[in-house]
C-alpha cells in the first residue's frame, strides 16, 4: 500500500530554523502585548456555527469548516478570533463595565479554495480591548498594531486607517438605492476611482454630495487627506468621523508612532462587524495585509452584552514571509550544544549536561556509537542548529568544538570526575 | 528607488500597451526586439521592469506581489477572482462575453432545464447560469475552439468571449444572451497600490488622460 505522508492543501509542516524564528516572532509580540497590560485568552478551535453566522458578519458561511457533532449541531473551525473572543467576554464578563485587555495566539481555518497557494490554516496573534469606547483606545490599538510591525524588525511599513462612518454617512444622506451601494462598494474595494466617478456622476445628486462622494477614492495619505475630508462635508456624522482621526493622530504623537499612519477613506473590510475606524498594515513582500483591524461597537451585544470593542490581529506566517523577503534577520542562532560521549562515560556526560542546563544551556546528550566518526557527528550537528559539541573522548581528553569555525579547544572536566 | 514591475499579457495586449506606455514617455526598448529570448525588460533610467505572461497569469503575479501592475483582459480578472485593485479601464481590445449556440438552442436558455454548457471560463459561466439565471447546467471546461462544441454536440451552447462574431456566423452560431463587456483593463497590487502610492497613481492619472484622447 502506497502511505500518504504529504499534507492536504493549504496546511503545512513547520519545523528547524523556520519554527525557532516563528517561535521568537510569537515571543516577542506576546512581550510587546504583555507590555500594555494585555492578559491572555484561549478560546476553543471549535465553536457552534451561530458565533460566525451571517448576523456577526464575519467570514461567508462557504469559507469555513463545518461538521456535525453527535447531537447534531453544527459546529465550525475558527475561521476569525473577534467573534469568539465576543463570546467569550459575553459569557464570563457580562457583568464587568471596566476596561478588558485581551490578547490571543492560535490557528485559524478558512476554507478558501480559490486562492491557491494560500494557507487554509494559519496563525494569528492579536488583542481586543473591550469596554472602552474612547479615541484613547483607538489610539492605543493603532500604537500597538505599528510597535507590532517594529518590534518584527519592519522598517518600510505602513499602517493606513479609515472611518467606516464617512462613507456610510455619506451614502445615507445621498439616499442611494442599495443595488447602486452595492456597485460603489465593488468599485471602491478595487480602487477604480474612475468608476466611482462614472457611477456618482450618474446619480444625480446635490453638488456638494456628488463631489464628496466622487472624491472618496482619492481621500488617501499622510495628514493632509483629514483636512481635505473635513471640507468635503457638511454632514454631521462625516465630520466627526474626521475630527475623531484627527484626535488619533494627535495623540499618536505621544508614541512616536505618527509618521507610520496614514488614512484612507475608501478602506471597506470584508467583516462587517466595524463601526468605527478600521485600518490595515502593509509591507513589501507579502501581496496582503499583515495587521488587520478595527472597532466594532456592536459585536458584543449580538451575544448579550452591550460593549463597546477595538481590536486588531497579526498575520503570523505573513509577516514571516514579509521578514523572510525582505531579507530580514530574525536574531535565531545555533546555540544547542552536542554532548558526544562513548558509552563508557554516560555517568560523566549525564553529570556535565545537566550541570550546563541548570546554567540555561541548550544541551543534548548524544552517545557515540562504533562504525561512526566525529565528522559524521559534526555533519549531523550542521544538519540539525547545532552550536558545538563537547567530546568526550576519554576522561582525560575532553574537547569543545566550534561547528560554524571548526574550531576546537580542550576542555577541564575534573570537578565532574 | 524600488523597481516598479508590470506584468503584460503576451501578444497584442502587451503591443497596445507598450504603445500607450511610449506615448506618456516609458519605453522599453529591449523588448521591441522580436528575437530576444530575455524574459525580463528593465528600464533603468525610470527603475521600472517588464514582463509578459499568459494572461490568466497575470492577475496571480500581481496579487502575489511579483508584479506591481498588470494589464490583462477584464475576462481573465473575472474568471481568476483574485485580490486585486482594477484601477482602469484601458479601452481597448474590446468585446462581449456571450452565451452562443445554434438558433435552436434558444428554447434552452428560457426553461431553465439542465444543459450542457462547454466553455474556458467554467468560473463566469458558473456564476452567470447559477446566480444570475439560477438555472442549473453541466459546465465542460474546453481550452479552445469552442465553437466546435455545440456543432459536433458536446453541448447546447457555449459561453466565449465575442469580437465581432464572424467565427460564429460561419459555423452557423450566433450570440444567445450578453454576459458582459470586455476589455483591457490595469490592475495593482494592493501592498504596492500603498507602498508606491505617489508613482502608481501619477502613471494612473497619465494613463487616464491618454485613454480619454485616444
Do not use: W
Given at each position: 500500500m502506497k502511505r500518504l505522508i504529504h499534507t492536504p492543501e493549504g496546511v503545512r509542516d513547520i519545523m528547524a530554523v523556520e519554527c525557532d524564528k516563528k517561535r521568537y516572532l510569537e515571543h516577542k509580540i506576546d512581550k510587546l502585548f504583555r507590555s500594555y497590560g494585555y492578559q491572555s485568552i484561549q478560546t476553543p478551535s471549535m465553536?457552534?456555527?451561530?458565533?460566525?453566522?451571517?448576523?456577526?458578519?464575519?467570514?461567508?458561511?462557504?469559507?469555513?469548516?463545518?461538521?456535525?457533532?453527535?447531537?447534531?449541531?453544527?459546529?465550525?473551525?475558527?475561521?476569525?478570533?473577534?467573534?469568539?473572543i465576543a463570546r467569550a467576554v459575553a459569557m464570563y464578563?457580562?457583568?464587568?463595565?471596566?476596561?478588558?485587555?485581551?490578547?490571543?495566539?492560535?490557528?485559524?481555518?478558512?476554507?478558501?479554495?480559490?486562492?491557491?497557494?494560500?494557507?487554509?490554516?494559519?496563525?494569528?496573534?492579536?488583542?481586543?480591548?473591550?469596554?472602552?469606547?474612547?479615541?484613547?483606545?483607538?489610539?492605543?490599538?493603532?500604537?500597538?498594531a505599528v510597535q507590532t510591525m517594529q518590534r518584527a524588525g519592519i522598517k518600510d511599513f505602513q499602517v493606513n486607517v479609515g472611518e467606516v462612518n464617512y462613507f456610510q454617512s455619506l451614502v445615507e444622506e445621498a439616499q442611494l438605492d442599495e443595488e447602486i451601494i452595492t456597485e460603489l462598494k465593488q468599485l471602491l474595494d478595487i480602487k477604480n476611482l474612475f468608476g466611482v466617478q462614472e457611477l456618482i456622476e450618474k446619480q444625480n445628486l446635490r453638488k456638494d454630495l456628488e463631489k464628496a462622494l466622487a472624491q472618496i477614492p482619492s481621500l488617501f495619505g499622510n495628514a493632509d487627506v483629514l483636512d481635505t475630508a473635513y471640507s468635503l462635508t457638511q454632514n454631521e456624522r462625516a465630520k466627526n468621523a474626521v475630527l475623531r482621526l484627527k484626535k488619533i493622530y494627535e495623540l499618536l504623537k505621544f508614541y512616536g508612532c505618527e509618521k507610520y499612519v496614514t488614512f484612507d477613506f475608501s478602506m471597506l473590510s470584508k467583516y462587517s462587524y466595524?463601526?468605527?475606524?478600521?485600518?490595515?498594515?502593509?509591507?513589501?513582500?507579502?501581496?496582503?495585509?499583515?495587521?488587520?483591524?478595527?472597532?466594532?461597537?456592536?459585536?458584543?451585544?449580538?451575544?448579550?452584552?452591550?460593549?463597546?470593542?477595538?481590536?486588531?490581529?497579526?498575520?503570523?506566517?505573513?509577516?514571516?514571509?514579509?521578514?523572510?523577503?525582505?531579507?530580514?534577520?530574525?536574531?535565531?542562532?545555533?546555540?544547542?550544544?552536542?554532548?558526544?560521549?562513548?558509552?563508557?562515560?554516560?555517568?560523566?556526560?549525564?553529570?556535565?549536561?545537566?550541570?550546563?542546563?541548570?546554567?540555561?544551556?541548550?544541551?543534548?546528550?548524544?552517545?557515540?556509537?562504533?562504525?561512526h566518526v566525529l565528522d559524521d557527528y559534526s555533519e549531523y550537528g550542521k544538519r540539525n542548529q547545532f552550536g558545538g559539541i563537547i567530546y568526550f573522548r576519554s576522561e582525560k581528553e575532553v574537547y569543545a568544538i566550534n561547528l560554524s569555525t571548526g574550531e576546537t579547544e580542550s576542555v577541564d572536566v575534573s570537578r565532574y570526575l | 528607488?524600488?523597481?516598479?514591475?508590470?506584468?503584460?499579457?503576451?501578444?497584442?495586449?502587451?503591443?497596445?500597451?507598450?504603445?500607450?506606455?511610449?506615448?506618456?514617455?516609458?519605453?522599453?526598448?529591449?523588448?521591441?526586439?522580436?528575437?530576444?529570448?530575455?524574459?525580463?525588460?528593465?528600464?533603468?533610467?525610470?527603475?521600472?521592469?517588464?514582463f509578459l505572461a499568459k494572461g490568466p497569469d497575470v492577475p496571480t503575479y500581481v496579487e502575489y506581489g511579483a508584479a506591481d501592475i498588470g494589464i490583462v483582459g477584464k475576462d481573465t480578472i473575472m474568471e481568476e477572482g483574485r485580490k486585486l485593485y482594477e484601477v482602469l479601464d484601458l479601452g481597448f481590445g474590446r468585446c462581449r462575453m456571450c452565451v452562443c449556440g445554434p438558433a435552436s438552442a434558444k428554447v434552452y436558455l428560457r426553461n431553465n432545464q439542465l444543459i450542457r454548457v462547454a466553455t474556458k471560463y467554467p468560473h463566469i459561466a458558473k456564476d452567470y447560469f447559477y446566480n444570475q439565471k439560477n438555472q442549473t447546467v453541466e459546465l465542460i471546461k474546453l481550452n479552445g475552439s469552442i465553437e466546435l462544441a455545440p456543432i459536433v454536440g458536446l453541448s447546447e451552447v457555449i459561453v466565449d468571449i465575442v469580437e465581432t462574431g464572424s467565427t460564429l456566423r460561419e459555423n452557423g452560431l450566433e450570440v444567445l444572451e450578453t454576459i458582459c463587456p470586455l476589455s483591457a483593463r490595469m490592475v495593482v497590487n494592493p501592498v504596492s497600490m500603498r507602498m508606491e502610492n505617489e508613482r502608481i497613481t501619477d502613471l494612473i492619472q497619465k494613463m487616464k488622460a491618454l485613454v480619454e484622447k485616444n
Open positions: 465553536e457552534f456555527f451561530d458565533v460566525f453566522a451571517k448576523e456577526v458578519g464575519s467570514i461567508p458561511s462557504r469559507e469555513l469548516y463545518k461538521f456535525i457533532d453527535r447531537e447534531g449541531n453544527t459546529l465550525v473551525l475558527r475561521p476569525d478570533f473577534t467573534p469568539s464578563f457580562n457583568q464587568e463595565d471596566m476596561p478588558l485587555r485581551l490578547s490571543y495566539r492560535g490557528s485559524v481555518f478558512q476554507n478558501n479554495t480559490s486562492y491557491q497557494g494560500r494557507l487554509k490554516e494559519s496563525t494569528q496573534m492579536g488583542v481586543e480591548f473591550i469596554n472602552d469606547g474612547s479615541v484613547e483606545a483607538d489610539a492605543e490599538i493603532i500604537a500597538l466595524y463601526t468605527g475606524i478600521i485600518f490595515q498594515g502593509y509591507t513589501y513582500g507579502t501581496g496582503d495585509a499583515v495587521i488587520k483591524g478595527g472597532r466594532y461597537d456592536g459585536l458584543l451585544e449580538k451575544f448579550g452584552k452591550k460593549a463597546e470593542a477595538i481590536g486588531f490581529v497579526t498575520e503570523v506566517d505573513s509577516l514571516l514571509n514579509a521578514i523572510e523577503r525582505q531579507k530580514l534577520q530574525l536574531p535565531v542562532k545555533d546555540i544547542k550544544t552536542m554532548v558526544l560521549y562513548p558509552a563508557s562515560l554516560e555517568g560523566l556526560a549525564i553529570r556535565f549536561a545537566a550541570d550546563h542546563r541548570a546554567q540555561r544551556m541548550e544541551v543534548a546528550c548524544v552517545r557515540f556509537e562504533a562504525g | 528607488m524600488r523597481y516598479l514591475t508590470f506584468a503584460l499579457t503576451k501578444g497584442r495586449l502587451a503591443f497596445k500597451t507598450l504603445e500607450l506606455l511610449e506615448q506618456i514617455g516609458i519605453t522599453c526598448e529591449e523588448m521591441k526586439d522580436k528575437d530576444t529570448r530575455k524574459l525580463i525588460f528593465v528600464n533603468e533610467e525610470l527603475k521600472l521592469k517588464f
